[in-house]
Nanobody
Framework: VQLQAFGGGLVQAGGSLRLSCAAS????????VGWFRQAPGKEREFVAD????????YYADSVKGRFTISRDSAKNTVYPQMNSLKPDDTAVYSC??????????????????WGQGTQVTVDY
């Protein structure tokens, strides 16, 4: 499966962005689809995940209450809606898909397919 991430950009603190992760080659039907981010000089960090088949969602504590992840079956796309953005949210955001055989929802080892990142910059 090939993944493509869209929607990054520059936004002021307190603003909102909606990212997209679209799959081609096959559907997301049995996958978990997660988002991770990496800021300069920092390690990759789990953001959110959705289990496609049942719609269960998981969030990092740092984004809980501000980010909402959802899916559109017709478009085979996952959307993290990011509200109340903070400068600390500035990072390259990447989406990934996998069966989580090798790790949990927040472990990057559990994801087998990765899309290219999209830059999110939150200005003061």
């Amino acid at each position: 499966v090939q993944l493509q991430a869209f929607g990054g950009g520059l936004v002021q603190a307190g603003g909102s962005l909606r990212l997209s992760c679209a799959a081609s080659g096959r559907t997301f039907s049995n996958y978990d689809v997660g988002w991770f981010r990496q800021a300069p000089g920092k390690e990759r960090e789990f953001v959110a995940d959705i289990t496609w088949s049942v719609g269960s969602t998981y969030y990092a504590d740092s984004v809980k209450g501000r980010f909402t992840i959802s899916r559109d079956s017709a478009k085979n796309t996952v959307y993290p809606q990011m509200n109340s953005l903070k400068p600390d949210d500035t990072a390259v955001y990447s989406c990934a898909a996998g069966f989580l055989w090798k790790g949990g929802h927040s472990d990057y080892e559990g994801y087998d397919y990765w899309g290219q990142g999209t830059q999110v910059t939150v200005d003061y």
